[in-house]
């Protein structure tokens, strides 16, 4: 399989993979190889400088046999039609495998959110909420953030969407700000379900979360939380992290030789999760241009930045001493990449499983706005570990069971309760 698909074909590729394996009926496979409904619109917005720029919005809902379709809205240059058909995708089995009732959708803007005042920011999320919110609803579909949009900007689409219906409709979209209708422990759930997730892999394979040591790709809200949980949580050491440098154009990692300090680096991080590095230089750390995080003498590697990052050449720089793969962010490592790792028999928790906490406490949040009564936020974690180690669980279980790799059973399991839902709808 070439390297050069794109994410809507591997997340096809991946299903394909997997159905056949299930001997699923070709034809409800069919069904379950697209979305459901796909929005394509124009945004217009007045800039600041009296001029109309036009923005293209998305919005794809994979399926909601299980429940309201669910899914961030991403700001990002290069977004597309097909990666936001492939997140969309891959939120249906993250929703399945977390077991919460809830489908999968997903939504974007290409932009760099970076490039716009605080004013043609709130225009256009009030823009995109304006095309879409006959489409949108706690019972239809719940947006939420994703890389680039912010809790602020829910908290604006929100606030669009209760207007346009005419009532406080908080459920319509999660990841809303704590005191706006957000739930506690959202900002950090991602992170820390990943090393929930991880805390779980090591017990299964007798690591010694103490004295492990991570890699981490990026370095915005996942892998900050991902950073802090690795060393709270599990008091192991944070070997580096990595960021994308917007002036310079180019990725750097930065690593301490004692191991980074994540709530130090987080205070020199700005909302883009761009570290400041003369700062960061003059606390000792180690600044090197390009993706030397892959390299690292690591037990864990958490790619936590963006898809497609491991593939078929960075893979080979891959120290020997990794035995685990915490896909933080969505569709890290290309297929070719998955097959080295199955070769070399490195343990992977797949995305839609490791990164499910994010749409866990988003799912919590819709269920305090329902019913109007907000938890802790130490109830919220603990509520998150719950499932968080179920699903791991269930899919280490389907692994076992089947003989197959974490990411195919990951599908497997959440594949298989979809189908189930299809089933008891009437739908097949
Ligand atoms: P974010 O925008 O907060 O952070 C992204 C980080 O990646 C930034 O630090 C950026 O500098 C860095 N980055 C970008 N390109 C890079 C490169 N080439 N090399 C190194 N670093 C690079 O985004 P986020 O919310 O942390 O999301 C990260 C990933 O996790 C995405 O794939 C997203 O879809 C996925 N995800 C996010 C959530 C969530 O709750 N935020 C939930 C599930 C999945």
Same mark, same amino acid.
């Given at each position: 399989m070439s390297d050069l698909i794109n994410a809507f074909q591997m997340a096809q590729a991946q299903f394909d993979h997997v159905a056949k394996q299930l001997n699923m009926d070709p034809q409800v496979a069919e069904i379950l190889r697209w979305p459901s409904r796909e929005f394509k619109f124009e945004i217009p917005v007045r800039m600041d400088d009296g001029s109309i720029r036009l923005f293209f919005g998305y919005r794809v809902q994979h399926n909601d046999v299980r429940g309201p379709a669910k899914g961030g809205i991403r700001f990002h240059p290069s977004e597309t039609l097909d990666t936001v058909r492939a997140l969309a995708m891959w939120m249906t089995w993250k929703c399945a495998v977390a077991d919460i009732p809830l489908g999968g959708g997903k939504g974007g803007v290409?932009?760099?959110?970076?490039?716009?005042s605080v004013t043609e920011k709130e225009k256009l999320c009030r823009g995109w909420v304006g095309q879409m919110w006959r489409n *949108?609803?706690?019972?239809q579909d719940v947006p939420a953030p994703d890389v680039g949009t912010t809790p602020q900007m829910m908290g604006w689409m929100m606030d669009e969407y209760s207007k346009l219906v005419g009532q406080y409709t908080p459920g319509v979209i999660t990841g809303k700000p704590v005191g706006g209708g957000g739930s506690l422990g959202r900002t950090e759930a991602t992170g820390f379900g990943a090393i929930f997730a991880v805390r779980e892999a090591m017990k299964h394979l007798k690591i010694d979360p103490a004295k492990s040591v991570v890699a981490i790709q990026g370095f915005g809200n996942v892998s900050q939380y991902a950073a802090i949980g690795f060393n709270k949580l599990l008091g192991g050491t944070v070997a580096c992290v990595s960021y994308w440098d917007r002036a310079d154009r180019a990725a750097y990692t930065v690593s301490h030789p004692k191991g980074v300090d994540p709530k130090f680096l987080q205070s020199i991080t700005d909302q883009y999760g761009s570290i400041d590095k003369e700062q960061a230089r003059k606390a000792g750390y180690i600044i090197e241009e390009g993706d030397a995080w892959i390299t690292k003498e690591a037990d864990v590697l958490l790619?936590?930045?963006?898809?497609?990052? *491991?593939?078929a050449e960075s893979v080979?720089?891959? +120290? +020997?001493?990794?035995r685990i793969v915490a896909?933080?962010?969505?569709?890290?490592?290309?297929p070719e990449a998955d097959e080295v790792f199955k070769r070399n028999n490195i343990f992977v928790v797949p995305d839609f499983l490791c990164n499910a906490g994010g749409v866990t406490v988003s799912y919590f949040e819709g269920v305090q706005n329902d019913m109007n009564y907000y938890w802790t936020r130490e109830e919220v974690l603990q509520r998150l570990d719950t499932k968080m180690t179920q699903a791991f669980n269930s899919v280490l279980e389907m692994s076992e069971g089947e003989k197959v790799f974490m990411r195919d059973a990951a599908y497997m399991v959440a594949i298989n309760r979809v189908v189930k839902a299809m089933e008891l709808r009437g739908w097949i």
């Open positions: 290409p932009v760099d959110p970076a490039t716009l *949108i609803g706690p019972r790619p936590g930045a963006l898809e497609g990052q *491991i593939n080979k720089r891959v +120290s +020997s001493r990794v896909e933080g962010a969505n569709g890290p490592t290309t």
